[in-house]
């Protein structure tokens, strides 16, 4: 042929692959973009006459190619929910057919009209959704970089200069969305155990119910293991929400290490945040981990399960409530509404609970209000700092280290994920956080830092054998101690113990031992010891001062990169978790409270999931509750079922109470237990996002006055015209046909004016 990017009547095929190849070529010649509007395959046809003879790589007994403006006439559907739809058909008729031939051995051109209706140029040739599609590889690649959470707007300039096509922001957005929807077994929980315990050391154990309901992941890897047995002292707990489609809260445990490095203990998701399931990880926990006795402080927030839990599995531990949480729990609850007080009265209260926060004795600790009582008063210990002091904190007030790994998850863990991507990405989060932990461990120790101090000093001394870290809190002090003042002994030649006046009130300090909060809490000497040690003449230097925690030979034997010896943690990756299966023990008669606390966890859950729903179909679910609470006020039963799809009735089914008790179970077969575990179902976005209701600079949006139907509102008097106000009073006076009368410039009667002196 002359001419392979045109069409001609009467041109044949010999195969269906020319076909396409013949449709590419006359697409990009003329900026048209054909679509199959109508086609019979030849299995079709033989059906319809079985006598007809055609040959198999024509694929097509007929096949119509109509132009994307064109073709089959567009009826809209839409019952306008979403008006701003719009639609490529405008009844243009240019379109092309092709037929077998009689022998059946070609696709001819038996319809040819190429005239349009409408403007065919290159620029909007390009944006036909046709045209932006992408390759296959192009696509695999765009995969690799979306994974790795490319910016959309660097990866479409990079699509568009391979590719050479159009590639739109939402066009990356729909590859997102397909490219996730399209990995199966999203939550597929034997998978998911079998790729956790293929690192060395991990334990992996799932928490279910008799009934086989996902409860909870527990994950703890070798490095973990090692961080909490090298530094049990001090545990942080604290979880983060919304980090993947099944809405079940992550949890991290997580401790300091003799460098002041933040070190990840252990992690576990729960589908819920009651007790029992809180209570079975921190056993899971305590069960891989023997040196949990040596555990002296818990930093949790203000949460009572957390609290109550830890009371019970550490019985001899402090437990510390955070700084930030409980001023702002403080903040949250002391309101002018539920408190019924005024704005003055209630910022002078949060005046005053900060300062018994930062209070550094009881003495300072006044209890006022109800709701301070039953709160606050009984656990002043928890949230006070000066009291907090007393115990080993290692001067840690808040959740901040935790705080800081949770922002650093959430910058790599994509929202509303399946659980395998989630602990996919959360391992990535993990290991690049232990790599510059490590980084600095081999770096500390591969440096010799530059020594300001005269050798043999005790702060040269101490800079070789402190970690950096500890070595700044100790020459802090060494440079505080000559500032201690009113040291005099406690009995004069009888004992080396001494007496400090300090802020916190009278301190009992000898050369090795001090009763303030600094060495309390960090078991490394204070001012007040180095002061004691001048006065006695022996030298500041003493290594059995400090805990071992701090030392460098401790630090270097501990650390999992560095240590040259210590436990190992034996684990084989054929080993799949053990399933434990969680069953509430049997309950006493609950007492009202404790029924209205059961209730009250509900209904805030009921609350949660209905402020989700779309405005009309909240109003439909709120209706239901309203019934269901005036029912139980008049004391009536009432029966509910669950909502049949299109049908208009208000309809929820109660399930009977089934109660589980309490029990571990390990099997041997996790493989068939795991793949019949029921995970909660998927939790679908509703609602706008926080902050839609407001401005850029945080002012409520002005919302747009909805048309009323029907009769128009009453106008106010003020807004009404010059006319119309006349009108309105002379109606106080005169009758109808005197008030247009007198509109109208007549003179009104002095007997057509109502009067009534006894009004």
């Known amino acids: 042929m002359a001419d392979d990017t045109s069409l001609k009547l009467g041109q044949i095929f010999s195969s269906f692959e020319e076909v396409k190849a013949a449709i590419s070529r006359y697409e990009k010649k003329n900026y048209v973009n054909l679509y199959v509007n109508d086609s019979r395959t030849i299995s079709s046809t033989i059906k319809r006459t079985p006598s007809k003879v055609i040959k198999a790589e024509l694929q097509y007994s007929h096949i119509n190619y109509a132009c994307v403006a064109g073709g089959r006439t567009f009826k809209s559907k839409s019952k306008?929910?979403?008006?701003?739809?719009?639609?490529?058909?405008?009844?243009?008729?240019?379109?092309?057919?092709?037929?077998?031939?009689?022998?059946?051995?070609?696709?001819?051109?038996?319809?040819?009209?190429?005239?349009?209706?409408?403007?065919?140029?290159?620029?909007?040739?390009?944006?036909?959704?046709?045209?932006?599609?992408?390759?296959?590889?192009?696509?695999?690649?765009?995969?690799?970089?979306?994974?790795?959470?490319?910016?959309?707007?660097?990866?479409?300039?990079?699509?568009?200069?391979?590719?050479?096509?159009?590639?739109?922001?939402?066009?990356?957005?729909?590859?997102?969305?397909?490219?996730?929807?399209?990995?199966?077994?999203?939550?597929?929980?034997?998978?998911?155990?079998?790729?956790?315990?293929?690192?060395?050391?991990?334990?992996?154990?799932v928490v279910l119910n008799e009934e086989n309901n996902l409860l909870g992941i527990y994950y703890q890897d070798k490095p973990m293991k090692i961080a909490y047995d090298s530094f049990p002292e001090m545990l942080f707990i604290d979880a983060t929400y919304k980090l993947n489609e099944l809405k079940m809260p992550l949890y991290i445990m997580?401790?300091?290490?003799?460098?002041?490095?933040?070190?990840?203990?252990?992690?576990?998701?729960?589908?819920?945040?009651?007790?029992?399931?809180?209570?079975?990880?921190?056993?899971?926990?305590?069960?891989?981990?023997?040196?949990?006795?040596?555990?002296?402080?818990?930093?949790?927030?203000?949460?009572?399960?957390?609290?109550q839990v830890f009371k019970e599995e550490f019985p001899n531990v402090h437990l510390s409530i955070c700084l930030f949480h409980s001023q702002r729990s403080f903040r949250r609850e002391v309101t002018t509404d539920k408190m019924g007080i005024t704005p003055e009265e209630r910022n002078l209260c949060l005046e005053i609970f900060q300062k018994m926060s930062y209070a550094k004795k009881k003495a300072s600790v006044p209890s006022v209000l109800e709701y301070f009582k039953s709160n606050w008063h009984e656990d002043h210990r928890e949230w006070v700092e000066g009291l907090k002091s007393a115990n080993l904190t290692f001067l840690n007030r808040t959740n901040n280290r935790l705080e800081s790994l949770n922002q650093k998850i959430k910058t790599v863990c994509t929202r509303?994920?399946?659980?395998?991507?989630?602990?996919?990405?959360?391992?990535?989060?993990?290991?690049?956080?232990?790599?510059?932990?490590?980084?600095?461990?081999?770096?500390?120790?591969?440096?010799?830092?530059?020594?300001?101090?005269?050798?043999?000093?005790?702060?040269?001394?101490?800079?070789?054998?402190?970690t950096p870290y500890a070595f700044g809190y100790v020459v802090q002090q060494l440079q505080l101690?000559?500032?201690?003042?009113?040291?005099?002994?406690?009995?004069?030649?009888?004992?080396?113990?001494?007496?400090?006046?300090?802020?916190?009130?009278?301190?009992?300090?000898?050369?090795?031992?001090?009763?303030?909060?600094?060495?309390?809490?960090?078991?490394?000497?204070?001012?007040?010891?180095?002061?004691?040690?001048?006065?006695?003449?022996?030298?500041?230097?003493?290594?059995?001062?400090?805990a071992t925690r701090w030392t460098v030979a401790y630090y270097k034997s501990k650390h999992h990169v560095l240590k040259s010896q210590g436990h190992e943690f034996s684990s084989t990756p054929e080993e799949m978790a053990p399933i434990c299966v969680q069953q509430p023990a049997t309950k006493n008669i609950m007492s009202q409270h404790e029924k209205y606390r059961k209730t009250f966890a509900t209904c805030q859950a009921l609350a949660t999931c209905a402020s989700e729903f779309p405005i009309r179909e909240f109003h439909q679910k709120n209706a239901i509750l309203e019934m269901i609470l005036a029912a139980w006020r008049n004391g009536e039963e009432i029966a509910v079922q669950r909502v049949v799809q299109d049908d208009n009735e208000e309809n929820v089914e109660i399930q009977p109470d089934k109660s589980v008790p309490l029990a571990d179970v390990n099997t041997t077969q996790p493989q068939a237990v795991c793949s019949q575990i029921k995970i909660p179902p998927v939790m679908p976005k509703r609602g706008r996002p926080k902050g839609a209701d407001l401005t850029v600079i945080g002012i409520p949006r002005k919302r747009k006055e909805k048309k009323s139907s029907g009769k128009d509102k009453p106008t106010p008097f003020m807004k009404k015209q010059a006319t119309d106000k006349d009108k309105v009073m002379l109606s106080w006076l005169l009758s109808k046909d005197d008030v247009t009368s007198a509109l109208s410039g007549g003179i009104i009667d002095e007997t057509a004016v109502e009067v009534r002196p006894e009004k």
């Open 416 to 466: 509303n994920t399946g659980l395998d991507q989630f602990y996919e990405e959360l391992l990535v989060v993990f290991q690049s956080i232990r790599t510059t932990r490590d980084h600095r461990a081999i770096t500390f120790l591969q440096k010799r830092p530059v020594c300001l101090y005269a050798e043999g000093t005790a702060e040269a001394r101490y800079m070789t054998r402190l």
């Open 254 to 307: 997580l401790g300091e290490d003799g460098n002041g490095e933040s070190e990840i203990f252990c992690t576990f998701i729960v589908s819920n945040e009651e007790k029992p399931t809180i209570q079975k990880m921190v056993q899971i926990f305590k069960n891989h981990n023997p040196t949990w006795t040596e555990t002296k402080t818990v930093m949790t927030d203000k949460d009572f399960v957390e609290r």
């Open 80 to 205: 306008g929910t979403r008006p701003n739809q719009s639609t490529f058909r405008k009844d243009c008729n240019m379109e092309v057919k092709l037929r077998a031939t009689k022998d059946g051995n070609f696709l001819e051109v038996a319809v040819l009209n190429e005239t349009h209706n409408h403007e065919c140029d290159e620029v909007s040739f390009k944006h036909f959704p046709k045209q932006r599609r992408l390759g296959n590889e192009t696509l695999s690649e765009t995969d690799k970089l979306l994974k790795m959470k490319c910016n959309k707007k660097v990866l479409q300039n990079h699509l568009q200069t391979i590719s050479g096509k159009v590639v739109t922001c939402r066009d990356i957005s729909n590859m997102k969305a397909k490219l996730s929807s399209s990995k199966s077994n999203r939550n597929d929980i034997e998978k998911l155990v079998k790729k956790l315990r293929e690192n060395e050391g991990a334990t992996a154990e």
């Open 481 to 546: 101690a000559t500032k201690v003042k009113n040291v005099h002994r406690k009995e004069l030649g009888i004992t080396d113990d001494f007496e400090v006046d300090a802020s916190s009130g009278k301190l009992t300090v000898s050369d090795c031992h001090c009763d303030c909060a600094f060495f309390t809490a960090m078991m490394l000497p204070c001012r007040h010891i180095f002061a004691v040690r001048s006065i006695l003449k022996k030298d500041a230097f003493d290594l059995s001062i400090c």
